[in-house]
């Protein structure tokens, strides 16, 4: 700073003050003072006094509005030396935070880390041979001296290791000055994929869809892409193509997958293309790796990253590409502080970034399908399954006609083709989307039903675990033996089926098979990786589970697909229940005949002309879409019209329902908006806490987050227990 003695009032107060927007729900950022000599920009990662805490924060852009005195603000504590956060990934978290209503800190939470994450890496100690030789020549000696002629500095481990020899003797060497020390940059967290490492013959569709994808990718500009085509059409393989020719245009690429953790075959099958793993992101990574993760991504020295949702909110030094695989999941819906879909999201951040994006799903979400047949998204189709894999055959076993025999929920005709398959030799696949041996249980005596104390859900028999629990909370207790209500003893009966329960009827019918059964409860991410593993090879007949087994994995001897519960998901009175059971019955049955094998996928049900069920069977997608958007179309839903809810929940019943109707009152007159409600939500009670939800529903064009900032502005404050919770575009609705 240089000072004139005209400016010497002005130099007083000129300190240097700038916003910094803290990982806090504050409406918008704080300012500090920049102490003399230091160098901050729009972007710097700094850590800032906050209260009696240090925090992580983010220079904001914008210039301070002077209304408070400089000379009594706090300083900027200190600048991390890591790369600023750019101009592109700060527009991307303001427009997140405005989109969906939260406060911009919670939203720039997500693209910081903890203080030790900004710190450099430290650099790894290493030997470096000298012209000195040692006084007395062993073999082990010679052995080492062999290895470590290649002219390279060795970690003092590694070279042990590839010599053969205790660390003892490079100790030794070390001390007669053979060997120097020498410092070396910390090793990349994953080695570079090179785009021209392994590149399969297109063949077929596939050509014609990876030259349609590529004239877009190429452009290097905004575009999204959708790639529509059945399990196993080669969706992969072609997007592949994209990945490639944005790393040769030496950009980087996310590829978001909704269940990472477990999709282990598919970092494989990347490395098996590009020569080198992608960096995984996910919530189960060690700290340290994250840490390591999340600095070489914003150095550009991690080229793809293949993670969850929160991956969207990695900083790139670079990105060029994003990749949405399975793009109608609905584990890209966060439901959590900052309420966000990781899809829209993600077209979002191409938009801001001008780069493409690539949506990729057999059952697209309608969303994507309507934006698809509107223009907006580039359709890309692949109408049949790769190489000699056929569709399996598929058919319903109408449970009235064919009904399991007493105490059992699996007809004649499915076990009779379970059977088949694993006289043949194949795998079956048993799926039931509930975990845990029965939903619900109660006593025969006086009809008492095990509710969880604090939710409004029944609690759910884990008989491998001895526990009934509860699916919201988390509360458990010993499976009891009198009913608690009337006391009678060994009266208490299981309701309904859940995996474990299917597995115990498998058992008594096929008491020598090698049985399976995989549910989120019963393992780590580690042991179900290894399980999935174990499946694809073979050693297992019949596998039973849950969701899990839907996604991505490939199973090549599972010749059999039996549907255990089709209507399961139908029952709700939620407007997408049809089009969520539609996607993950047909990722389901998806899992059958990945290789020439003929394979079957069976759906028992009890409503076999339901659209759904005929939609699958037939094959013809094309109609059930149709009728679903003409459905959505009547009735002004997403993406025809806007929606949002607000959940107000407090641990009273009436504080809960108070606050959300003084808040409908509060609601704006706003031509073309109306706000249905308050009404208990679908779940009325989760963890002691009272719900009551507003349904906000708006025309297409209308402007959605005014309304709700001036309904929550013009609505009482959130007192004692009372949260508000809004959510833009919910899941159900
Ligand atoms: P999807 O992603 O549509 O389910 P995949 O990309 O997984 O389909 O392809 C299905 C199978 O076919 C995989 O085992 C894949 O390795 C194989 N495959 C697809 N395209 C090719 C190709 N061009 N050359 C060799 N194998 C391929
Ligand atoms: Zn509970």
């Not at 600023?84 to 935070?97: G, N």
């Not at 452009?219 to 196993?232: C, M, P, W």
């Given at each position: ?13 000129d ?15 704080y300012?500090?003072a ?27 852009d ?38 969906t209503?939260?406060?911009?800190g ?64 490079i ?12 410092f070396?940059p ?75 953790a ?11 293309r ?13 700290p ?7 600095r ?8 793809v990253?293949?993670?969850?949702r ?18 109608h ?20 951040r ?52 064919h ?53 409004s ?25 009198a ?39 019963l393992?780590g ?10 499946i ?31 209507d ?7 407007p ?56 959505r ?30 808040l ?70």
């Open positions: 700073m240089t000072l004139d003695s005209t400016d010497l009032f002005g130099a007083l107060f300190r240097r003050v700038v916003p910094v927007l803290v990982p806090m729900p504050a409406p918008r950022p300012s500090y920049v102490p003399e000599g230091m160098a901050v920009e729009a972007g710097s990662i700094v850590q800032v006094p906050l209260g009696p805490r240090l925090v992580v924060g983010v220079v904001w914008g210039l301070d509005d002077g209304t408070v005195d400089p000379t009594k603000l706090k300083e900027i504590e200190k600048v991390f030396d890591c790369p600023p956060l750019t101009r592109d990934m700060r527009a991307f978290l303001d427009w997140v935070a405005s989109y209503v939260t406060p911009p919670l939203v720039a939470r997500m693209a910081l880390r903890a203080p030790t994450a900004f710190d450099p890496e430290p650099m790894v100690e290493a030997l470096r041979l000298t012209e000195r030789r040692p006084e007395r020549m062993t073999s082990a000696r010679e052995r080492v001296l062999a290895t470590a002629s290649d002219g390279f500095s060795w970690t003092r481990s590694g070279l042990a290791h590839a010599a053969g020899v205790s660390s003892g003797v100790d030794g060497l070390a001390a007669q000055g053979v060997f120097e020390t020498v070396m910390p090793p990349p967290v994953v080695a570079t994929p090179d785009p021209d490492f392994a590149a399969p013959r297109l063949e077929g569709p596939q050509k014609e869809a990876a030259a349609d994808l590529l004239t877009a990718v190429e452009e290097r500009k905004f575009s999204v892409s959708l790639i529509d085509g059945v399990t196993g059409s080669g969706k992969t393989e072609v997007y592949f193509e994209a990945v490639a020719a944005t790393l040769r245009a030496g950009k980087q690429v996310l590829i978001l997958l909704p269940e990472i477990l999709t282990a075959s598919f970092l494989e099958r990347f490395q098996d590009f020569g080198a793993k992608p960096a995984e992101w996910h919530s189960d990574l060690a340290r790796t994250r840490e390591k993760v999340w070489q991504v914003t150095t550009g020295q991690v080229r990253v293949a993670g969850a929160s991956a969207l909110f990695l900083p790139f030094e670079d990105l060029g590409l994003i990749i949405v695989d399975e793009e999941d609905p584990a890209y819906k966060q439901e959590d502080r900052v309420f966000y879909n990781a899809r829209d999201m993600a077209v979002v191409g938009r801001i970034g001008g780069f493409p994006v690539v949506l990729v799903s057999a059952t697209p979400s309608v969303e994507s399908r309507v934006n698809g047949e509107v223009g907006r998204y580039r359709p890309i189709h692949l109408p049949t399954r790769f190489g000699d894999a056929a569709l399996p055959q598929l058919g319903v076993v109408d449970m009235r006609r009904p399991p025999e007493r105490g059992g929920f699996l007809s004649p005709v499915l076990l009779n083709q379970v059977g088949k398959a694993i006289g043949r030799g194949e795998q079956a696949l048993l799926f039931l989307n509930r975990r845990g041996y029965a939903p619900l249980t109660l006593c025969r005596v006086c009809g008492h039903r095990f509710q969880c104390p604090d939710c859900s029944w609690l759910v028999e884990h008989r491998f675990r001895g526990q009934i629990q509860c699916h919201h909370c988390g509360y458990s207790e010993r499976t009891p033996e009913c608690p209500e009337c006391g009678t003893l060994d009266h208490l009966v299981a309701c309904g089926p859940g995996v474990e329960r299917i597995a115990e009827e498998v058992e008594r019918h096929f008491p020598d098979a090698r049985t399976i059964v995989l549910s989120s409860d393992m991410v580690k042991r179900l990786r290894l399980e999935l593993e174990a694809a090879r073979g050693e297992a007949d019949i596998v039973i589970g849950t969701q899990l087994v839907a996604k991505g994995h490939n199973f090549p001897m599972m010749t059999l697909v039996g549907i255990v519960d089709a399961l998901g139908l029952a709700n009175g939620d997408r229940a049809a089009e969520r059971t539609f996607q993950l019955l047909s990722q389901v049955t998806g899992r059958a005949g990945r290789t020439g094998l003929k394979s079957l996928g069976l759906l028992q049900t009890y409503q076999p002309q339901h659209p759904v069920m005929q939609a699958i069977v037939s094959g013809d997608s094309d109609a059930f879409y149709d009728r679903e958007i003409h459905e179309e009547r009735a002004a839903l997403p993406p025809f019209g806007r929606l949002a809810s607000i959940i107000v929940s407090a641990d009273a019943r009436s504080d809960a329902e108070g606050h959300a109707r003084a409908r009152n509060a609601a704006p007159r706003v031509d073309g908006i109306s706000v249905l409600g308050p009404a208990e939500a679908p779940l009325a009670l989760i963890r002691g806490r009272h719900r009551f939800r507003l349904l906000v529903h708006g025309r297409r064009n209308s402007d959605m987050q005014s309304f709700l900032k001036a309904m929550i502005a013009g609505g009482p404050k959130e007192r004692g227990s009372i949260s508000v919770q809004l959510d833009v575009d919910p899941q159900s609705f």
